[in-house]
């Protein structure tokens, strides 16, 4: 079954702004990882917060994790076309290494 | 990282069919691979962990006589669809578990499975 929602579900913006996605879960987690998947490819992986981090940056990429309300976000600033994809947050419990996944944020980058 | 492949990247099936989908981890030693399922514009739904020289585990509701996944060896899972129809198509995405407190996942390109 799916642990995460996101929000929005589709988000459009103009090359430059900057784009946040949220994500929520419901139960305790080990970590959480954030993936983007072009349309009909492979994920590619993007960020990994355990659960005892709060922020992490890896280029114009900024995760946050507040494990009191359960919510992540992923920030992307100054956007580009190129970031036209879905983005996906993933918790995942490690006794088991599964991931769940949430639903998806669509984000569209327009040039 | 771990770079994963599968084959074949898309498959076109008779209903009724079996379809067999391989996953490769070409640079790690993978003792846990997972299996995932995506239907047009939704997320990835996990499968079943395939765990290397025993059973797979499959999640709840998916049927293990339908999908009978093999993981023989540290580099080789494989998926089989048996008696595929309409409603298997879909994208089928295997992953490798690189282990470590972080579980770090690394996912192949993915399989396009239509059943007519």
């Known amino acids: 079954s799916q642990q995460g929602e996101e929000d929005p579900q589709a988000l459009s913006i103009q090359e430059g702004e900057n784009a946040t996605m949220n994500c929520s879960y419901k139960t305790s987690i080990n970590n959480l990882q954030w993936y983007r998947q072009n349309s009909g490819r492979g994920l590619v992986h993007l960020i990994l917060?355990?659960?005892?981090?709060r922020e992490k940056h890896s280029g114009r990429l900024r995760v946050t994790l507040d494990t009191s309300k359960k919510s992540s976000s992923l920030l992307i600033t100054a956007s580009r076309a190129a970031d036209t994809a879905s983005y996906f947050c993933a918790t995942g419990y490690s006794n088991t290494g599964k991931l769940i996944f949430g639903q998806g944020t669509t984000l569209q980058v327009k040039p | 990282g771990a770079v994963v492949s599968q084959h074949p990247s898309w498959v076109i099936c008779k209903s009724g069919t079996s379809v067999k989908i391989e996953c490769r981890s070409l640079?790690?030693?993978?003792?846990?691979m997972f299996w995932y399922r995506q239907f047009p514009k939704q997320s990835l739904m996990l499968m079943a962990t395939s765990n290397e020289g025993s059973k797979a585990t499959y999640e709840q509701g998916v049927e293990k006589d339908k999908f009978l996944i093999n993981h023989a060896s540290l580099t080789l899972s494989t998926l089989t669809v048996t008696s595929a129809h309409p409603e298997d198509s879909s994208f089928y995405i295997c992953?490798?578990?690189?282990?470590?407190?972080?579980?770090?996942?690394?996912f192949g390109p993915g399989t396009r499975l239509t059943v007519l």
């Open positions: 992953s490798v578990n690189t282990g470590g407190m972080g579980n770090e996942q690394f």
């Open positions: 640079d790690f030693q993978a003792t846990t």
């Open positions: 917060i355990r659960s005892n981090e």
